[in-house]
């Protein structure tokens, strides 16, 4: 198991205004417990640059409260998340079997997501299921077209997530960088960008060079870790905490120039997803989630400048 260097005390410039730091993020489903407001709390006490709201958190509106919360905050957005998050339904998540129900309601999503102003929104594919593939690939493409140009429309960014390929049968029908980059020009919509996410795409091959190459393609990126083992797609680790090599992804994505947030993402079922891990992140006081969050990925951070 690879992790990042452990120290005692967070190096000053990595807490600092200094434009040049990485600037942090956690994705609302690693607080799943708490609620919206609390998130926004939670975030802004723990000195974070910004939130990922998943529109779960906001409920069935309206949501005057809620974006008073975030404008008061001072916190930026991250990359968002959708009710409905793909084209063909997840087989593991709550959602219509009809394609264009889905695809209505991400158009739905972008607009009521629009007004917390995210750097993207996320999207996937979703799976083949009893579909021929080539029959699945034509309904994703055709679905991506039109959420592009929603997008478009609305102002937004999207960014098409590959999915790990462990699993992938239930979610995705892309796992690597090159396999987004080939379907995104399928599409043809300027609106699609990649969400890079260490746990999807750790292991796949190439990745440093692919990050490099392909980094303007980059419309967000998720930071986490891979258990070992791992016991689900919903058990996920603190980065630095598994088996990924965060110190050399993290570093290969500032070489590369990324500037955008590094925004947490951690699913640790509590039960929420059908497993109760009795170790599970989910369980733990959100305040103190943020913390250990926050802290373990400035010591990957920092590891990430021993290692360049």
Same mark, same amino acid.
Request: glycine share 10%; proline share 7%.
């Given at each position: 198991?690879?992790?990042?260097?452990?120290?005692?005390?967070?190096?000053?410039?990595?807490?600092?205004?200094?434009?040049?730091?990485?600037?942090?993020?956690?994705?609302?489903?690693?607080?799943?417990?708490?609620?919206?407001?609390?998130?926004?709390?939670?975030?802004?006490? &723990? &000195?974070?640059?910004?939130?990922?709201?998943?529109? *779960?958190?906001?409920?069935?509106?309206?949501?005057?409260?809620? =974006?008073?919360?975030?404008?008061?905050?001072? =916190?930026?957005? /991250?990359?968002?998340?959708?009710?409905?998050?793909?084209?063909?339904?997840? %087989?593991?998540?709550?959602?219509?079997?009809?394609?264009?129900? @889905?695809?209505?309601?991400?158009? /739905?999503?972008?607009?009521?997501?629009?007004?917390?102003?995210?750097?993207?929104?996320?999207?996937?594919?979703? %799976?083949?299921?009893? @579909?021929? %593939?080539?029959?699945?690939?034509?309904?994703?493409?055709?679905? =991506?077209?039109? #959420?592009?140009?929603?997008?478009?429309?609305?102002? *937004?960014? *999207?960014?098409?997530?590959?999915?790990?390929?462990?699993? #992938?049968?239930?979610?995705?029908?892309?796992?690597?960088?090159?396999?987004?980059?080939?379907?995104?020009?399928?599409?043809?919509?300027?609106?699609?960008?990649?969400?890079?996410?260490?746990?999807?795409?750790?292991?796949?091959?190439?990745?440093?060079?692919? #990050?490099?190459?392909?980094?303007?393609?980059?419309?967000?990126?998720?930071?986490?870790?891979?258990?070992?083992?791992?016991?689900?797609?919903?058990?996920?680790?603190?980065?630095?905490?598994? /088996?990924?090599?965060? /110190?050399? #992804?993290?570093?290969?994505?500032?070489?590369? &120039?990324?500037? &955008?947030?590094?925004?947490?993402?951690?699913?640790?079922?509590?039960?929420?997803?059908?497993?109760?891990?009795?170790?599970? =992140?989910?369980?733990?006081?959100?305040?103190?989630?943020?913390?250990?969050?926050?802290?373990?990925?400035?010591?990957?951070?920092?590891?990430?400048?021993?290692?360049?």
């Amino acid at each position: 198991m690879i992790t990042c260097q452990t120290h005692d005390t967070i190096p000053a410039d990595l807490v600092s205004n200094d434009p040049s730091r990485p600037r942090f993020s956690i994705s609302q489903v690693s607080t799943l417990t708490a609620s919206f407001a609390d998130d926004v709390r939670n975030y802004a006490a &723990g &000195g974070l640059d910004a939130i990922g709201i998943w529109e *779960m958190k906001l409920g069935d509106g309206p949501d005057t409260e809620s =974006l008073e919360h975030y404008a008061a905050s001072g =916190l930026g957005a /991250a990359s968002a998340i959708p009710a409905v998050p793909s084209v063909l339904p997840l %087989p593991l998540l709550p959602g219509p079997d009809d394609p264009q129900e @889905r695809i209505e309601a991400v158009c /739905a999503s972008i607009h009521r997501l629009a007004a917390f102003g995210p750097s993207a929104i996320v999207c996937l594919t979703g %799976p083949a299921g009893d @579909r021929d %593939p080539d029959e699945a690939r034509a309904v994703a493409v055709d679905g =991506l077209r039109t #959420i592009g140009a929603e997008a478009e429309r609305a102002g *937004m960014r *999207m960014a098409l997530e590959p999915f790990q390929l462990e699993g #992938i049968e239930d979610w995705s029908l892309v796992n690597t960088i090159p396999d987004a980059v080939e379907l995104i020009d399928e599409v043809g919509s300027p609106a699609f960008g990649i969400q890079f996410d260490v746990w999807h795409l750790w292991n796949t091959p190439d990745l440093l060079d692919e #990050i490099e190459r392909h980094i303007h393609r980059f419309a967000g990126v998720h930071v986490n870790d891979w258990r070992e083992p791992t016991r689900g797609w919903a058990d996920r680790a603190l980065p630095g905490h598994g /088996a990924a090599n965060l /110190a050399a #992804i993290l570093g290969a994505l500032d070489a590369a &120039g990324w500037g &955008g947030y590094y925004d947490m993402e951690i699913f640790s079922d509590n039960g929420a997803f059908g497993t109760a891990y009795p170790d599970s =992140l989910w369980d733990a006081d959100p305040a103190e989630l943020v913390r250990q969050g926050r802290d373990s990925f400035a010591r990957c951070w920092q590891e990430r400048r021993v290692a360049a």
